[in-house]
């Protein structure tokens, strides 16, 4: 294993990671703690900055069968059915939604050799020593790696291990999410994201779809703030007539989606919302982090999958063209650190503007239908940074 790259953590990240690492020719395996995948079938936006990330590693094509095409977006008072807003996308590239069990799948099938995939492989601690890095894996001898890469997410061992002083912290905000049959009804959704924003809470759904399935299904992300998160686990169960009560208002769209909720025979669970302040660096000797593991962020701009894949991308770039995995990792964090910070901060902005209430609502409401009505494509150049971002120049 000496001469292998060790990444541990088989998310979005590491799986991306993965396939980049084998369409260059570099040696590595994959640890993944759990036993198998989880079919976790929450939705995920795929940013076009993601779709452009996924065509160089090949698997474009594949994603469009999987996806939902997302043309705009529509912004709602959380207290009406009043539309304050909607824009349509004018990027090169095609912004995507789909299930994120399926993004999942299709990168673990683009990789070719999967026998370099190691479940039940639980990373407990590591140790960099005398130029030597060796891994403790659970129930297992030690490992001596060549490199190793933290893909392991937001409760990153790894990251513990390098910052012990520092915990992602509980960020005050809880999510609930559930997907759910799509009616005819519902057909007013598709092409779009439609966001409700009221004061503490807003919502998020549009549809998902499997083209190769010709199935779609509405996924539901509900944001409360809510001080009195006790940490039981990472996704719990949650009582879906409670989290109605809780979000029913005056919009009667939104409160036929909450009363399908109830009657649907899917679980809607619950998720403790963790961030981390920005991290100073993310590489040190012979390991690095990536992904949700060197930033989390609150999903309130779409981007925690979108950059764990930017990174893996990167990171795969700068270890085939440098001559040893050191300095890789050095300029892999140099040419990512900026804008995964900047992208942190902008999600934690984000939480503001959706939940505000009283005179700030009304100040933002005004801003936004102004120039929604004016040239909705501002809106769309404040995000070009985001969006149009061409990571084969990073
Ligand atoms: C409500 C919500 C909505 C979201 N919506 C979007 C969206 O629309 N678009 C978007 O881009 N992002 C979105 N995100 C964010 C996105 O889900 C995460 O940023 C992304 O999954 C991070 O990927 P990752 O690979 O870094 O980590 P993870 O997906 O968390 O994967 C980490 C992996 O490491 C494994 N692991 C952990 N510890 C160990 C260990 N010690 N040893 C071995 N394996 C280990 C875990 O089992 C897991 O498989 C959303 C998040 C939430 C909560």
């Known amino acids: 294993m000496q001469d292998e790259i060790i990444v541990v953590g088989a998310g979005i990240g590491g799986l991306t990671l993965a396939c980049a690492l084998e369409q260059r020719g570099i040696n590595f395996q994959l640890y993944e703690q759990a036993d198998s995948f989880e079919a976790l079938g929450y939705g995920i936006q795929i940013s076009p900055n993601v779709v452009r990330v996924l065509r160089e590693l090949g698997v474009e094509k594949q994603l469009e069968n999987i996806s939902h095409l997302c043309l705009g977006f529509e912004l709602r008072s959380f207290n009406s059915d009043k539309v304050i807003a909607k824009w349509k996308l004018n990027h090169d590239i095609p912004y995507y939604q789909c299930r994120r069990a399926d993004l999942h799948q299709l990168l673990f099938n683009s990789i070719q050799d999967q026998s370099r995939i190691h479940f039940s492989r639980c990373l407990e601690f590591y140790q960099q020593k005398d130029n030597q890095l060796s ?232 801003t936004l239908s102004l120039v929604s009505a004016i040239n909705s494509n501002l809106i769309n150049q404040k995000s070009a940074w985001i969006y149009d971002y061409d990571v084969r120049n990073a």
Not at 177 to 205: C, D, Q, S
Not at 267 to 286: A, E, V
Not at 296 to 318: H, N, S, T
Request: charge should be positive.
């Open 135 to 366: 891994l403790h894996i659970l129930n297992q001898e030690p490992v001596i790696a060549k490199a190793l890469v933290a893909a392991d997410g937001v409760h990153s061992v790894v990251r513990q291990s390098l910052f012990p002083q520092h915990k992602a912290e509980y960020s005050g905000y809880a999510a609930f999410r559930a997907i759910l049959p799509f009616p005819e009804k519902y057909r007013p959704f598709l092409g779009k994201a439609t966001v409700w924003m009221g004061e503490n809470h807003h919502v998020v759904v549009y549809p998902n779809s499997n083209e190769q399935a010709q199935r779609y299904w509405l996924n539901l992300v509900l944001v409360v703030k809510d001080k009195n998160w006790i940490d039981q686990g990472w996704t719990i169960p949650a009582d879906k007539e409670e989290v109605a009560i809780d979000f029913f208002n005056k919009s009667s769209l939104l409160n036929g989606i909450l009363r399908d909720m109830i009657a649907s025979s899917e679980t809607c669970f619950k998720w403790g919302l963790f961030i981390h302040k920005p991290l100073p660096y993310w590489s040190q000797g012979k390991v690095t982090l990536l992904g949700d593991a060197a930033h989390p962020m609150l999903p309130f701009q779409a981007q925690g999958a979108a950059m764990a894949i930017e990174d893996a991308y990167v990171l795969a770039k700068y270890i085939a063209s440098e001559s040893d995995t050191e300095t890789a990792f050095v300029k892999y964090q140099q040419a990512r650190i900026k804008r995964t910070t900047k992208i942190q901060a902008v999600s934690r902005a984000n939480a503001d503007i959706f939940h505000v209430s009283g005179v700030k609502a009304t100040i933002r409401n005004f």
